[in-house]
Nanobody
């Protein structure tokens, strides 16, 4: 079982910034591609960003390009999502995901998911 724990969500004004963190298992974290998804009320879960096991490849949704940055620190078994220039439409529950392959993760079919952290952006 792979346990993922997100943190860093909260309430922020439009234009502000937040950094989400997701911590995974120490012994296997470096084997996984990692990613972030989000789900707003009444909407389907959508892909936000993903990063390969060694950080060499990243992939961002068009809606967040230029504003959000995904990164990872395998020594700390943690993946981050730096969110800048936040907009009210970024309000959602943000989920961390892990999978052995980046293509599978990007499709939303990841094997492992965190419990989610709420991000609320006020206008």
């Amino acid at each position: 079982q792979v346990q993922l724990v997100e943190s860093g969500g909260g309430l922020v004004q439009a234009g502000g910034s937040l950094r989400l963190s997701c911590t995974g298992p120490r012994d296997t974290f470096g084997s996984f591609a990692m990613g972030w998804f989000r789900q707003a009320p009444g909407k389907e879960r959508e892909f936000v960003a993903a990063i390969s096991w060694n950080g060499g490849i990243t992939n961002n949704a068009d809606s967040v390009k230029g504003r959000f940055t995904i990164s990872r620190d395998n020594a700390k078994n943690t993946v981050y999502l730096q969110m800048n220039s936040l907009k009210p439409e970024d309000t959602a529950v943000y989920y961390c995901a892990a999978d052995l392959t980046l293509p599978t993760l990007v499709t939303g079919m990841s094997a492992y998911w965190g419990q989610g952290t709420q991000v609320t952006v006020s206008s």
